[in-house]
């Protein structure tokens, strides 16, 4: 949904998971928000000019968890409208995830940007997650990782 004068956004990330003595884990990241709140969510960042989705989604999931991921399939996408105080504008975001399987990296190798990376089991990960429209993503993963 675009909105009338509004800037629009685009990035990508991934569900980047392996498997573990309780299922399968994926991989989240811890951000600290302005106020000091803090938040787990998908790895996730700019689409870079030139750049693919596919590309984007593997540097910025590399960058933000340390982990080296392989796309596997497109999972869906998310839009999402915001205010952003920096650019005095209203944004229409649409982030589009990948589902990757873990080919190596260590989660302790993330960049600045993030306070944290960690694996956690499927279900709890659900449950830890801010955003509700990655939520959703997680909750396709399910059906997509059954066919893998």
């Known amino acids: 949904m675009k909105t009338k004068g509004a800037l629009h956004q685009i990035s990508a990330g991934g569900v980047i998971f392996r498997p573990g003595a309780a299922g399968i884990e994926i991989a989240l990241i811890r951000k600290a928000l302005k106020g000091g709140k803090r938040i787990w969510c998908l790895p996730k960042g700019w689409v870079e000019p030139g750049e693919s989705f596919e590309d984007a989604a ?13 796309i596997i399939q497109k999972v869906g996408e998310t839009s999402y409208q915001f205010y952003s105080k920096e650019d005095r504008a209203k944004i229409d975001k649409t982030v589009h995830f990948f589902l990757m399987n873990c080919r190596g990296g260590n989660t302790a190798d993330h960049d600045d940007e993030v306070e944290a990376a960690e694996w956690f089991p499927l279900e709890q990960a659900e449950t830890l997650m801010a955003y509700p429209t990655e939520r959703e993503i997680v909750r396709k993963t399910r059906g997509q990782l059954r066919t893998v």
Do not use: F, S
């Open 58 to 70: 593997v540097r910025e999931v590399r960058e933000e968890t340390g982990l080296d991921g392989e």
